[in-house]
C-alpha cells in the first residue's frame, strides 16, 4: 500500500482510488459525530501510509476534508443528497482537485450519484459504521 497513483499529469488513477476504498472498508468505525469519522479515516489512511492534507480550503469558503495528490476526500454522515452533489461541484471547479470520493456511512447518498462533476470523476464508497 502507500501513495495514491498519479498519473504524470499528478491525476489520481482508478487504482489510487481503488487502493483508498480498499483500506476504508476494511475496517468499522463506532463514531458519533462527522468529526469522530474524520479522525478515524485519517489515521486508517496514515496507517496505510497515504500521504494526507487535512481540512484543505479549495476556495473562499470550500474547505474539503481530505487531499491525497490531487485527489479530494469528502466524508458525510447526514444532509440530503443534492446538497452533497452542490457541494461537490464546487469542489471539482478547483484546478487542484483531479478526481473526487465521498465516504459516507448512509448507502442513501451514493445511490444514483454521477460518474463526473464538472468533467472530473466521482467514486464513492458507504462505509461501515456504527453510532454511539
Do not use: C, W
Request: glycine share 10%; proline share 2%.
Amino acid at each position: 500500500m502507500g501513495s495514491v497513483e498519479l498519473m504524470s499529469d499528478g491525476t489520481a488513477t482508478d487504482f489510487g482510488i481503488g487502493a483508498i476504498v480498499k483500506a476504508l472498508i476494511a475496517h468499522r468505525y463506532n463514531i458519533a459525530h462527522e468529526a469522530d469519522l474524520q479522525l478515524a479515516i485519517g489515521d486508517v489512511l496514515e496507517g496505510y501510509g497515504f500521504l494526507i492534507q487535512r481540512e484543505v480550503e479549495l476556495s473562499r469558503g470550500d474547505r474539503i476534508d481530505f487531499m491525497v495528490g490531487s485527489l479530494g476526500i469528502e466524508l458525510k454522515v447526514k444532509g440530503a443528497q443534492n446538497a452533497v452533489i452542490r457541494q461537490l461541484q464546487r469542489y471539482a471547479a478547483s484546478d487542484r482537485v483531479s478526481a473526487l470520493l465521498l465516504v459516507t456511512t448512509r448507502l442513501q447518498l451514493v445511490v444514483g450519484l454521477p460518474d463526473a462533476l464538472n468533467g472530473k470523476p466521482l467514486a464513492s464508497v458507504a462505509i461501515p459504521s456504527s453510532l454511539r
